[in-house]
């Protein structure tokens, strides 16, 4: 087996897991307050407009291009991760994120600079982007390589993706007590800087447990044995047979992911289906629900394969994309809150077994690069469109079930990218690969 055995001490791997799971949570706190800023306030305050559409695909807009950014971060990021180690890069993306979601908190508005009130918002979301498209590799190659079984293996890179539910409570439970203690109209008008600000005290909690973790002993053994390559990247995208289907696999669990997160909490304030603050407390319940199925997905993975919970999970999500966009819109707010907590557990059981699915398709010498690189291009597919796609839809058919076929559509992506995959890697799938024997298929 490729896994590593930790070489000192006990519970180290469960405890670099427990560390990705923090590190992780830190990075999509940062990146989902973001959302929640551009679907409640960037609009007016640094896009302002005679048309609401355009002011709010505007705002749509900027959070897109922290997707975008993501798949260059991946190979920047996941480059040295496969050429220096896992651990500094994973320092340095947190780094990054950390510094630019601080300066968010600082920035004039349009009213103050005009024009260069937007451009500045677009670079900083740049860095944003550029900083968690290294993250998610880098994190779950941790947990997954500190890992002594296929199922521990499972399991443990399971954790890193608990962060972003997790990331997205936290983010919503700062909005909404800032919100409250505030009022509508001085969260407007400055309240909304606060949780940027808050996030430069988790950045600093981050870089102390993330300072304080082994490197991998997977990497430490490939730069043992001087295996490490020098252009991972480039032999990455030498093998389309693993990075073009991987780059599918979860699509519509970011298309659905980012809609329930983004553009439904838009929706139904503007149609005034729900509050604000109802939106907020539904998004936070169906995060939690979400990172508890998160982890129990992986063992069933662990248990009974993981392309098998994968398949279930994205069918799931296709077929339950109707009704929930139809209780979405029927303004019941206990229809709102069963709908979002059923979609939550359906991208749940699809993300539970996804990072070692997808990480293990890769042999270990470029598994940083193709790992971040794939995620970064599913988010650009899937996440970075979405809430923009969703938001034309609505607005040009005056309802949601379109946007429930587009759900179902990507679904039918994911599917077919899922079982066009082959994990876990073979070694003849990249030329010149000196990886180490695959694990055992049956566990796939």
């Not at 290294?134 to 399971?158: D, N, V, Y």
């Not at 966009?325 to 539970?352: H, P």
Request: with cysteine.
């Amino acid at each position: 087996m490729s896994g590593a055995t930790p070489t000192t001490g006990t519970g180290r791997p469960w405890r670099v897991a427990i560390a990705g799971l923090i590190g992780t949570t830190i990075e999509w706190y940062d990146f989902f307050i973001y959302a929640l800023a551009a679907t409640l306030v960037f609009a007016p305050q640094f896009f302002p407009s005679t048309s609401s559409l355009a002011s709010t695909l505007a705002a749509l807009s900027t959070f897109a291009i922290g997707f975008v950014a993501r798949p260059i971060g991946g190979a920047l990021i996941g480059h040295f991760g496969d050429r220096v180690g896992r651990k500094k890069m994973l320092v340095l993306s947190l780094l990054v994120m950390g510094i630019g979601t601080a300066l968010i908190g600082v920035l004039p508005t349009y009213e103050t600079i005009g024009v260069a009130a937007p451009i500045l918002l677009v670079v900083v979301r740049l860095a944003q982007g550029l900083a968690v498209g290294g993250e998610w590799g880098g994190a779950t190659l941790l947990a997954l390589e500190h890992a002594k079984t296929p199922a521990q293996r499972t399991l443990f890179s399971s954790l890193p993706q608990v962060g972003l539910p997790l990331g997205v409570v936290l983010s919503s439970m700062v909005f909404l007590f800032v919100r409250l203690s505030i009022g509508d109209e001085g969260f407007m008008a400055w309240g909304w800087r606060l949780p940027f600000f808050a996030s430069a005290v988790l950045v600093v909690v981050g870089l102390v447990i993330r300072l304080k973790i082994d490197e991998s002993p997977e990497f430490e053994r490939l730069r043992a044995r001087n295996t490490v390559r020098r252009a991972p990247i480039a032999d990455v995208f030498r093998a389309p047979r693993i990075w073009v289907p991987a780059s599918g696999v979860t699509i519509a669990a970011s298309v659905l992911g980012n809609l329930l997160l983004a553009f439904v909490l838009g929706y139904a304030a503007q149609a005034k289906l729900h509050s604000a603050s109802t939106m907020l407390t539904v998004t936070m319940v169906a995060a939690l629900l979400w990172s508890v199925a998160l982890p129990l997905a992986a063992m069933l993975a662990g248990r009974y394969g993981r392309r098998p919970v994968l398949v279930a999970g994205i069918v799931a999500m296709g077929l339950w994309a109707f009704p929930y966009f139809a209780l979405v819109e029927s303004g019941s707010t206990i229809g709102l809150l069963v709908g979002s907590i059923v979609a939550a557990l359906t991208i749940a059981l699809m993300t539970g077994p996804y990072g070692a699915y997808l990480t293990e398709a890769f042999p270990a010498e470029v598994r940083y690069s193709g790992a971040s690189v794939a995620y970064g291009i599913s988010g650009v597919l899937g996440g970075a469109c979405a809430p923009i796609v969703a938001t034309l839809l609505a607005s040009s058919t005056g309802g949601l079930t379109a946007v429930a076929g587009y759900v179902a559509v990507a679904a039918l992506v994911s599917l077919i990218a899922t079982l066009a995959l082959r994990s876990p890697y073979r070694p003849d799938d990249v030329t010149g690969s000196t990886a180490s024997p695959a694990e055992p298929a049956a566990n796939a």
